[in-house]
């Protein structure tokens, strides 16, 4: 999976906080899947922010997305890895 993260030039500059606190300087585009991983980015409050304001667009596998929280971060359990944010339940992990 891929999560580029892309300034769009409306502000110089993106501050994320939740992710090491760190600047993104326009123009940025980067991979962020390798660094953080599915769920930090999914759960980040400042990067989502960034997007509410346009600041940066999100593309998860070619898609734009609007919403982190969609990001699926499957768990693994009995028969491999599922679901998006997936919870334990009497069988194992599973995904909704």
């Known amino acids: 999976m891929s999560i580029i993260v892309t300034t769009t030039g409306l ?12 600047t ?12 953080f991983g599915q769920e930090q980015v999914s759960l980040s409050v400042s990067l989502q922010t960034a997007v509410n304001n346009l600041y ?6 070619g898609d734009i997305v ?5 990001i699926s971060y499957g768990v693994d359990g009995a028969t491999g890895s599922q ?4 919870e ?7 995904g909704i």
């Open 56 to 61: 940066v667009e999100v593309e998860v596998n």
């Open 83 to 86: 679901g998006i944010q997936g």
């Open 24 to 35: 993104l300087d326009h123009p940025f585009s980067k991979d962020f899947e390798p660094e």
């Open 66 to 70: 609007s919403d982190l929280s969609l």
């Open 88 to 94: 334990v339940g009497a069988t194992g992990s599973q």
């Open 11 to 22: 502000t110089s500059s993106v501050f994320l906080k939740d992710l090491g606190s760190r």
